[in-house]
């Protein structure tokens, strides 16, 4: 089939599927726990039940959604329209979601929980330190963001402008995500680690007028310095009139006092607790948009993707509440960040939509000991805990006597994000945190998918270890080959999904055209994800990696151009390719081939020079794993550089490179191989 023709959705999901306890006895295929199945309140806690909701959704998706929204959240006028729009015709009449319906994304989040829920808790927070932790009830949480609303709409915030978030895993940093969707002002989180350069551009990028960040972040014992990279980011940059700085560290190290600007910085406590508690919410339309969130393309610009309120929202409330087999007496724990998705998506919007009580992490799972995370569930008696395969295989190194130190007992759902684990990691965390009494959802999605797409469903779905398994009701995923047939059954090739879901983001700020372009100009009328996937004859779908330009390192997503700019921008590097490789630890490891300018032999300084320019221009996130000098790039003779051959032989396949007869000059891969030896194992750092 080419590209070109309308997708046949009935290979979506595979005969095999019919599996309510069917599936053949297998080491690799784990049934669900008895203790996890008995008293689910869930619509889908049968794979009867989630056969049922899957086929209604793709034969009705205006009125499956339609049930959805109205039942979970909170309408000032309800819809009647479902979709209108469809991947055919995005580029001129962009997708919507209930585009008849008002709401404030708010009053779903928090007012109409206070009657029920009002004493409950909404946010448990644990700080840098253990034991260093603060509790905030729905009734609290509410107060605080109306007062974060009345500030900010002082200081002149108004619905449709856009205010900068860059702060750590504080409290404040929901509070003022939820009071900027309670004005109908759009924020953009920009995560905590990213340099002052990656701010300004995102700053410039949305036309932000006011900034809400603080004094230091605190992690694994350090301090992080966000009003000052703030400061260097704000530089000549005269659209922001106001900072808003949260003091989180109210006695500084002599020396470490916070500069602030007179007329433009004011402190938290002296403006946002001196304002009322009281806020009436801003009237939205369905789509308005909730938030901009940048993510890395294959080109060096960040792409603002576009979530708007409803939509969003609803899929986010509904793969919650689905995917973890939420219950009213839960302690969910999501130990992310709240500048990536998955902090917006499960640590604040559907965990609060859903009335859930949600815990917020600020340090990081090796401090001070390596059975931090362990220490964390048991104190708050964690019942569904969501991390990713990264600090799970690190964590796995030290053994298991720091788990098993420690009563585990409450935990009935466990969950990884942000890259595909490998079973070695996937077989640890079932047996020995979950101590093979509780599901395992492993869940695929992205940042442009606004939560789970592909996913087991933990009463419910029978896992394999390394497997997504199978897609949510909504997700109509189909495999597609280079040549955009689509892969019928078992079988390998690019994943893509088919019709859209009310999570999708609608388009990227200001950029209409590298929306449709990014998306849906590889194969049309489809959504192209960017992953390989293989099927297995079960049906179960399986994520191979990235097929683009963007590298997935410890479930931050980076583009391969942002690297090389950085290379590029050192004086002793006249050419720069970067590529990934799998990594034992972080997933994806960065490899970089850098060619010298003529003259300049001396390397001794270039790993600390490379390192460097990156930190500066993306982050403290982003690290280069090996540098490797070559003589030169193998490029075609029309100048293109064939990544596909530096990719395979960072990987160690040399032997693999495929056709190398178009390369100008094709004795430079036998430099590269012969210079690729140096990193015999895959996780061989530069030094």
Known sequence: MSSAERPDNSGALAPALDISGALAPALDIFQVHDRVREGSPSQIATMASYREHWARAEADPSGYWLGQTNQRLAWRKPPTRGLEGDFWDVRDNPLAWFGDGELNVSESCLDRHLERRGDKPAILWEGDEPGETRSLTYRELHAAVCRCANALAGLGLDKGERAIIYMGMVPEAAIAMLACARLGAPHSVVFGGFSAEALRSRIRDCGATLVITQDVGKRGGRDIPLKQTCDVALEGEPGVSKVL???????????????????????????????????????????????????????????????????????????????????????YACVADIGWITGHSYIVYGPLCNGA???????????????????????????????????????????????????????????????????????????VVGQGRCALVDTWWQTETGGHCITPIAPVTPTKPGSASLPLPGILASLVDDNGRQVRGPGEGRLCIDHPWPGIARTVWHDHERYVSTYFGTFAGRYFTGDGCRRDADGYYWITGRVDDVLNVSGHRMGTA?????????????????????????GQGVHAYVVLQPGRLDSSKLSEQAHASVRAAIGAHARIDRVQIVPALPKTRSGKCMRRILRKIAEGQPDQLGDTSTLADPSVVDAIVAGAQQFASPSSPIS
């Open 357 to 431: 009580t949600t815990l917020m992490f600020e340090s990081i799972p090796t401090y001070p000991d390596v059975d931090r995370y362990w220490d964390l569930v048991a104190r708050h008696q964690v019942t569904i805990f969501y991390t990713a395969p990264t600090a799970l295989r690190t964590l796995a190194a030290h053994g298991d006597a720091p788990v098993r130190k420690h009563d585990l007992s409450s935990l009935r759902v466990l969950g990884t994000v942000g890259e595909p684990i490998d079973p070695a990691a996937w077989a640890w965390y079932y047996e």
């Open 562 to 586: 942002e690297f090389e700019a950085a290379l590029n921008a050192v004086d002793a590097i006249a050419e720069a390719a970067v590529v990934g490789y799998p990594h034992p630890v972080k």
């Open 245 to 331: 700085v949260f003091q989180r560290d109210p006695n500084p190290e002599p020396g470490a006092a916070i500069t602030m600007k007179p007329g433009r910085d004011l402190w938290w406590h002296e403006t946002v607790e001196l304002a009322s508690p009281e806020r009436e919410a801003t009237v939205c339309a369905a789509e308005d948009p909730l938030f901009i969130l940048y993510t890395s393309g294959s080109t060096g610009r960040p792409k603002g993707l576009v979530h708007s309120g409803a939509g969003y929202l609803t899929w986010v409330a509904y793969t919650h509440a689905i995917t973890f087999d939420l219950r009213e007496d839960d302690v």
